[in-house]
């Protein structure tokens, strides 16, 4: 759904004729990231390369929505004895200490950002490696002239007339996240997070063949 439908969808919805887009566009994006975030419908996936002998990575410029707080799973993928193997997040500078207490080279098991667009994995890749990346994309794609929400089509409705409405509710804004309206916004995304996929972070090889 384009932004600006969902725009209109919620002031219908909510009764407020004069809903200012700002507020509106503001309710959608909290709602909707919400939503992804629990649930793992709009997740995307992605490849990062790891260069023999090169601790440093750089993200490639067609991942131009990920963000290393939305990362769900990140391991190797490449054919031979560490293909799955998972590779665990950690703070920056935890490992960069790891290299400063160790100069060991093996399939990386541990990634830490600088920043967005730089990390650094330990131990230092001691072949070529590609890594499977699974993340959340933002709640809406602004890289167009007309963005859209990236979530899937099938979960926008309810998720704006429940939770968004909600959100926006000008005359009762102290209790709008205690209104029958974010209850049932609630209740929809934790029945649609228990049929999802596992959404938290890959801890091992189990499950993958």
Known sequence: MRLAEAISWVSQTAKIADLD???????IEMVCNHLLRRTGVGRKTGDITFTQSDETIDIPTSLTDFRPERMRQIYITTTGTYKWQSIAPRAFATVTEMHINSSSTLAPNVIGWATPADGIV????????????????PAIDRLEDDPVLNVPDEYVQEALWYGATAAVDLHNQQAGYHTEAWRRFETYVDEIAGLSADTGMWEGREGMT
């Open 21 to 27: 887009p700002v507020r509106a566009e503001r309710a």
């Open 122 to 137: 330990f131990p230092t890749p001691d072949a070529a490696y590609t890594a499977k990346v699974i993340y959340d994309p």
